[in-house]
């Protein structure tokens, strides 16, 4: 089970794949882990170095012990944790996938770090996501009633109601990995997208873009994933039918797909990055 010291935080990550081939990170959205990504691996560790690691206050990797009024974190802390995982296993490059909090800290990775950045996977996600109403609201009921208290309302948002109707075994396991998230964790990073707004800084970003969204996500809904397209130069819009916000999971088939067909253009090649 691989863990390392980056940052002044123990990660929790997963490295596999060839020896040499180009690095493919995936990061976890709010109240998940690295597990997000299962269904992806299998597709795309024959041709990338697979890495996915679980995001600061989520999984197994440390949750920083602060007093309740303090818990905070910020978007420019979460994206130097992946500068500093990658720092710390020696990765110089890599192409960036993330989702919903995983793609906003992407947006900022590749803001921060143009050079390190071969090409963006932004799903399910958006520039600014929701309002600080929301979080804020969201964030006093964590801390007063804990996340059972969300689970239902989390979980009708992250897959559409017939794939929770099919009874499958991913929704009651994802239902798992949001009440076995740390409460702190799972605020700390609330405060975060609270203060997350990168409307007035996508256009910066340099590396060639993918843009995916569920065709029923309504967490980050289409008209965000659309505006974040029509932001970054050049970048391409996906959506992938029947399914919410966890679209990896909800239709990993499509997803696959979609980044397999999107990875071609860039995978291992000097054109990553658009001049």
Known sequence: MPFIHAGGLVVHFELTGPSGAPVLLFANSLGTNFHLWDHQVATFAPKFRVLRYDMRGHGLTDCPALPAEEIAYTLDQLADDVSDLLDALGIDQVHFCGLSIGGIVGQAFAIRS?????????????????TREIWEDRIATVRTSGLASIADGVLARWFTNGFIAKGSSDAGGFRNMLLRTPADGYVGCCCALRDADLRAQIGKITARTLVVVGAEDMATPLPGARELAEGIRGAQLVVIPEAAHISPVEQPDAFNDALDRFLEFTAGSAHGRRS
């Not at 143009?114 to 929701?130: E, G």
């Open 114 to 130: 143009p050079n390190r950045t071969l090409s963006l996977m932004l799903c399910d996600t958006a520039a600014r996501i929701a």
